[in-house]
């Protein structure tokens, strides 16, 4: 198992949870507040990925409309049984734990059954030897008074047909005593079931953990040499490593996919991209799994991706607690896509925006936007209080372009009047100077460009630390798209540019 990228999924795409069926591996990562939720990304040889549906497509499966900032679909475990599919996840602040189906991973899936009474995060599932599913989750409780109370990793029985539990609630002692037990998973080798965790938190110290039993119930004895994975304390350019999943390949190699950032600066280090999808080898020595550090191998070259804007939207393209086709206009021009503001901004709970990952460290997007009386552009988001953008307001005989860059608390605006016509917007993601003091100190820079009537206008250069995986109030990553404030605004000839070099 050679020259397998890392990272294997860039850009958001945390929490990442793997199965093999056959010769085929599929992977899901988390979503938060997007439509559609948790992609299923299939590949037969670790190296291609290709994203072949989505869980969560229809809003009812997720009720994320009212979800708040940092919560929604959490977590999926993707396992397979019987010829079924099963995905189980957290939409935490939301509907709670929720067990998808599915015989088809592209879908559809069902709407999902709900686990009222697991009060946790990031639910496992497996079968003990007599076929009863089994639940393990994380006792971090996200909704009423014992909001961010945390009661160790825990375990239930459930019956996956009526969400009903069937057991007490099992308290598992697994892990070093880091903070925030979570994204158990259990596996059976050998005659012997395998508890791994993740600790110490989704940042620097984050880590992964391994017990085992004779029973998958427990009690489960620690691993003589935990954590069997971490970045903390190293310079390693892959750092937050843990959340892991593991997957036995055909020929009996282990591997483990996991979360992990790609932070830019120096002592105080930026990840632009959030939590991306990596992978690592694993090997069993006298019975338990030690893993290899996770190695940076990004995908080399400069990739350049166009997408007619004026063909229907493919599954690449999110929405903020709403569907995409919810911000398309009625109105169809040719070539275009057309979307229909409501008088909201960035910062409304669901705006009128549908975007896609940001995938590399390096990276522009480019589309050329028409507003004839209508006001619109492009934007970066993190979430609705952390977000860059760059719209064009048609007023008559000109057009006003407004570059703005808000994070909590705090809002920088630049201006600029052009002569009226279609205008094309950019946001780069641009390294600074390498020699120069910033380069130590942030991520990137952030320029936010329009180009009208010959001339180009740089607007801003926002220091691109704010929109990162450290400083943003949710967990996910840059999500960069077209934003429609009001009226009809049309967006023609999409460019993404990317480079991780
Ligand atoms: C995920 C949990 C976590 O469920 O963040 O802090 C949550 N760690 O494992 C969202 O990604």
């Given at each position: 198992m050679t020259a397998i990228p890392n990272p294997l999924l860039p850009g958001f795409n945390p929490d990442p949870s793997v199965v093999r069926v056959g010769d085929t591996y599929y992977i899901v990562t988390s979503t938060f507040e997007y439509l559609p939720g948790i992609p299923v990304y299939r590949s037969t040889d670790l190296v291609e990925w290709e994203r072949i549906g989505n869980v969560v497509t229809r809003p009812e499966q997720a009720e994320l409309e009212e979800v708040s900032t940092a919560g929604g679909v959490w977590a999926p475990t993707i396992r397979h049984r019987d010829g079924v599919f099963y995905v189980i996840v957290t939409i935490a602040m939301g509907r709670g734990c929720v067990v998808y189906s599915a015989i088809d991973p592209a879908g559809p899936w069902d709407d999902g059954v709900l686990i009222g009474e697991i009060e946790g995060i990031d639910p496992d599932l497996n079968w003990d030897d007599s076929g009863v599913a089994f639940v393990t989750y994380s006792?971090?409780?996200?909704?009423?008074?014992?909001?961010?109370?945390?009661?160790?990793?825990?375990?239930?029985?459930?019956?996956?047909?009526?969400?009903?539990?069937?057991?007490?609630?099992?308290?598992?002692?697994?892990?070093?005593?880091?903070?925030?037990?979570?994204?158990?998973?259990?596996?059976?080798?050998d005659g012997w079931w395998y508890l791994m965790i993740a600790e110490g938190g989704t940042e620097r110290g984050h880590s992964v953990s391994i017990a085992r039993s004779r029973d998958p119930h427990g009690p489960f004895e620690n691993g003589p040499a935990n954590p069997i994975l971490t970045a903390r304390g190293t310079d390693r350019p892959v750092q937050n490593t843990g959340h892991g999943d593991l997957v036995?390949?055909?020929?009996?190699?282990?591997?483990?996919?996991?979360?992990?950032?790609?932070?830019?600066?120096?002592?105080?280090?930026?990840?632009?991209?959030?939590?991306e999808t990596f992978h690592t080898r694993v090997r069993?020595?006298?019975g338990w799994p030690?893993?290899?550090?996770?190695?940076?191998?990004?995908?080399?070259?400069?990739?350049?991706?166009?997408?007619?804007?004026?063909?229907?939207?493919?599954?690449?393209?999110?929405?903020?607690?709403?569907?995409?086709?919810?911000?398309?206009?009625?109105?169809?021009?040719?070539g275009a896509l057309t979307l229909?503001?409501?008088?909201?901004?960035?910062?409304?709970?669901?705006?009128?925006?549908?975007?896609?990952?940001?995938?590399?460290?390096?990276?522009?997007?480019?589309?050329?936007?028409?507003?004839?009386?209508?006001?619109?552009?492009?934007?970066?988001?993190?979430?609705?209080?952390?977000?860059?953008?760059?719209?064009?307001?048609g007023r008559g005989d000109v057009t006003e372009v407004t570059a703005r860059a808000v994070v909590p608390g705090f809002e920088r605006?630049?201006?600029?009047?052009?002569?009226?016509?279609?205008?094309?917007?950019?946001?780069?993601?641009?390294?600074?100077?390498?020699?120069?003091f910033v380069s130590m100190v942030t991520s990137d820079v952030v320029r936010l460009i329009a180009r009208a009537g010959g001339v180009e206008h740089v607007l801003a250069e926002v220091d691109g630390r704010s929109l990162s995986a450290e400083t943003a109030g949710s967990f996910t990553g840059r999500v960069v798209g077209l934003v429609a404030l009001r009226g009809d605004v049309s967006f023609e000839g999409w460019r993404y540019e990317g480079s991780d070099a």
């Open positions: 006792g971090l409780v996200t909704t009423g008074e014992d909001f961010g109370k945390h009661t160790g990793i825990r375990q239930v029985d459930v019956d996956l047909a009526t969400g009903a539990v069937l057991s007490e609630k099992r308290s598992l002692q697994v892990g070093t005593g880091g903070m925030f037990p979570e994204a158990p998973h259990v596996y059976k080798r036995e390949t055909p020929d009996g190699e282990w591997l483990m996919v996991l979360l992990g950032v790609r932070p830019r600066g120096a002592v105080r280090s930026f990840s632009a991209l959030g939590r069993w020595v006298d030690e893993a290899d550090p996770v190695l940076l191998a990004p995908r080399p070259g400069d990739v350049v991706e166009e997408i007619d804007l004026g063909a229907p939207l493919d599954g690449g393209w999110m929405a903020v607690r709403r569907t995409p086709a919810s911000v398309i206009s009625p109105v169809e021009r040719p229909r503001g409501e008088g909201t901004g960035m910062d409304a709970l669901a705006p009128v925006f549908v975007g896609r990952r940001q995938l590399h460290q390096t990276a522009s997007v480019r589309v050329t936007v028409r507003v004839d009386d209508a006001a619109g552009g492009l934007a970066v988001r993190y979430d609705e209080a952390t977000f860059y953008e760059v719209v064009a307001e605006v630049a201006s600029v009047t052009v002569p009226a016509g279609p205008v094309e917007l950019e946001l780069a993601a641009v390294r600074p100077e390498a020699t120069a």
